[in-house]
């Protein structure tokens, strides 16, 4: 995680079972400060890849983020 030097989203679920581990990775990515850890609120792991209001909220922060940084 170190080594990335460019622009950085992370998305998780606030339930998300593995969110500890994106937590810990988004600490480790310490080659940017071009960096944010975006979380759908009430949204677990497997949710956000189907429930509408889940994959609207990641599409929309997918879209700024490279509107931004693209």
């Known amino acids: 995680m170190d080594l990335i030097n460019q622009p950085l989203l992370m998305i998780a679920g606030e339930k998300a079972d593995t969110l500890y581990m994106t937590e810990d990775a988004y600490a480790k990515a310490s080659g940017t400060e071009n960096k944010e850890l975006y979380m759908i609120e009430g949204a677990s792991h497997i949710r956000t890849y189907w429930v509408p209001e889940y994959v609207d909220k990641a599409v929309n922060k997918l879209g700024a983020f ?5």
């Open 66 to 70: 490279f509107n931004k940084n693209l």
